[in-house]
């Protein structure tokens, strides 16, 4: 709860630079009828008659407890994708940590063929020098050993797991999936007076990647639903698709097609189908970095 009540923290503070009368607002915490865990709330924030906004309700979707234990042998699938390529056929941005690995492979191996050949002595000294040099190569991939779990393991370990379906991943994957696909089917059915007008979805870090799997799931499901045919012409989609077949048009219009996608939701609904989710916030987001973690699936450049 946490990173949710500093994020509501936040849009409070925003909405009161923006509109003063949003000081005598107060966000109080509720009972969350829609999570499966018990250690989250719901935040219910008052609404504004003033501003003619509507009570708003934030709640969390805690899944981390599902990656957990990272090791070595859970990133090693990424990780060979990435060592046991040539450069060429990884993105640009791990090229570095290629060679970087590499070359500490190879000054290793010639430290030791050049101490076995320069050295050639006693049995009893080549035991010492053979003995110094495995401490001499332990160390070093011990060193990298440390460095690979302080920067990968702790901190993009679970990003490495959500992206890579290997066997040992999908169980985790699937759960996550799940659990999220049926967290947003909750929120659309509450049918009390807490139910949402609308829902928008705001996703950090490898969270955005995984709300955009949910939202894409869940719209396979939801989007065919219609109660009845559009009488008439639908002019906000109409007014999509010209976005959708010149996107470059969206830059510094980016207020027409957000309106555009509004009233195209609108139109949805008022023939029955009954999505709720408007709007799809991303910070930090993973979606960004996705040829870090993706390398077995790079397209060819020919």
């Known amino acids: 709860m946490n990173t949710l009540r500093e994020f509501v923290d936040g849009v409070k503070w925003q ?35 003033k501003s003619r906004r509507p009570i708003t309700d934030f709640y969390e979707f805690y899944w981390a407890h599902n990656m957990r234990g990272n090791t070595f042998g859970t990133a090693s699938t990424w990780l060979k994708h990435v060592v046991f390529k040539w450069p060429g056929q990884i993105p640009p941005h791990l090229r570095h940590l290629w060679w970087k690995v590499w070359t500490i492979f190879i000054i290793a191996g010639l430290t030791a063929l050049a101490i076995s050949f320069f050295f050639q002595t006693t049995p009893l000294v080549k035991t010492v020098i053979a003995i110094s040099s495995g401490a001499l190569v332990s160390f070093i991939m011990g060193l990298m050993g440390s460095f690979v779990k302080s920067s990968f393991l702790n901190s993009l370990g679970d990003v490495a797991r959500y992206f890579t379906p290997d066997p040992d991943n999908i169980g985790e994957r699937s759960n996550i999936r799940q659990q999220g696909i049926a967290f947003l089917k909750k929120l659309h059915d509450i049918s009390n007076i807490t139910k949402p007008d609308r829902i928008i979805v705001v996703a950090h870090s490898l969270g955005s990647a995984v709300a955009y799997d949910f939202i894409r799931l869940l719209w396979a499901e939801y989007g065919p639903v219609y109660k009845s045919l559009p009488k008439e012409k639908q002019e906000a989609l109409d007014r999509v698709n010209v976005f959708a077949q010149a996107p470059d048009t969206i830059t510094g219009n980016y207020e027409a097609f957000a309106d555009a996608q509004h009233d195209c939701w609108q139109e949805c609904n008022a023939m029955g189908n009954p999505w709720l989710i408007t709007d799809f916030i991303t910070l930090g987001a993973a979606v960004n970095s996705l040829d870090y973690f993706m390398v077995s699936k790079v397209p060819s450049t020919n």
Request: hydrophobic share 30%; proline share 3%.
């Open 15 to 49: 909405m009161e630079q923006l509109d003063p009368t949003e000081k005598k607002v107060k966000v109080r915490s509720k009972a969350d009828s829609v999570g499966d865990i018990y250690e989250t709330v719901r935040l219910s924030m008052e609404s504004n008659f």
